[in-house]
């Protein structure tokens, strides 16, 4: 039975519960529940705080785990990134005082550095051969200027707003560009069951992004039409009872999908239409 690894809480838990459920995975009903077994697909779920399941992964204990890209460079765990599943999104950035003059990582050395992240800033700073006091702090960071615990902060970024209310502003590059992330132990062996779990995340990604157009057209027209419509290997061409038209159906993106429609429309193409695609195996 394959054991999986899944946040119990936080911003990743609701989106990866719900991939799981359009992969057609068995998901708890009680928020206290923190295993669970789904026999159908032979999988035991572990309910764990997000910040926890790259060490148990890494420890080789469960098979699979769902984190974020941050925690798992984090913990420092012997695991690693084998799917990114593009929820839970973050950017890590230094802050600085207004005014204070570091315009890069390379003008941290010598100063301290507060962060929840410390094994992921200590490492950046390793790669760029700058040292730093990192002092780690759980919570909000952006008090430890003022409260003289630090000369900078690491922190993640979104709108900026926390930031600038504490007199902070970011500068140089990002630290890191985070995302929600499918992890295995590193040096994992071939697996079935990994690889069946994987496929089925993989197919609801892509039924995510794209969407089915069917459409008819004059049989002329259906080299413009497929420029159009192209598909991820090649559109269905039918013909239909009415003598020079032929249907088409194809794959496209969801947010082209509009357009699509209007250039499609505009090459003489009727009878357009969208449909959602639930699950699919490429």
């Known amino acids: 039975m394959l054991r999986i690894a899944v946040p119990n809480k936080g911003s990743l838990s609701g989106p990866a519960a719900e991939m799981l459920h359009e992969a057609g995975y068995r998901q708890r009903k009680d928020p206290k529940e923190l295993v ?28 699979v785990g769902i984190t974020g890209r941050d925690l798992l460079l984090d913990s420092g765990a012997d695991a690693e990134e084998v799917l990114a599943l593009g929820f839970g999104g973050s950017t890590f950035r230094f802050a600085r005082p207004v005014g204070v003059q570091v315009e890069d ?8 550095i507060a962060t929840s992240y410390t ?9 760029r ?7 780690k702090l759980d919570g909000a960071v952006e008090t430890a200027v003022q409260l003289g615990v630090a000369d900078v902060i690491a922190d993640v970024v979104e709108t900026g707003t926390s930031l600038r209310n504490a007199g902070l502003e970011v500068f140089g590059d990002p630290i890191l560009v985070s995302d929600s992330v499918v992890i295995r132990p590193k040096g994992a062996g071939d697996d079935p069951g990994v ?6 995340l993989q197919g609801v990604l892509v039924a995510r992004r794209y969407v089915l157009m069917d459409y008819d057209i004059r049989a002329e027209k259906v080299g413009e039409a497929v420029a159009l419509t192209p598909g991820l290997e090649s559109p269905t061409v039918s013909p239909l009872h009415t003598e020079g038209w032929v249907a088409v159906r194809s794959m496209v993106l969801r947010k082209e999908a509009q357009r699509i429609m209007d250039d499609l429309w505009a090459i003489g193409a009727r009878a357009i239409l969208v449909t959602n695609i639930h699950a699919c195996r490429l």
């Not at 094994?119 to 790669?127: D, K, M, P, T, W």
């Not at 690889?195 to 089925?200: C, K, M, V």
């Open 119 to 127: 094994g992921l800033v200590e490492q950046h700073l390793a790669e």
């Open 129 to 135: 051969g700058v040292k730093a006091t990192v002092t």
């Open 195 to 200: 690889e069946q779990f994987l496929r089925r």
């Open 36 to 63: 669970l077994v789904d026999p159908e697909n032979q999988v035991e779920f572990f309910f764990l705080r997000p910040r926890d399941i790259a060490v148990y992964v890494g420890s080789g204990r469960l098979d």
């Open 105 to 112: 990582v390379q003008g941290l050395e010598g100063m301290r």
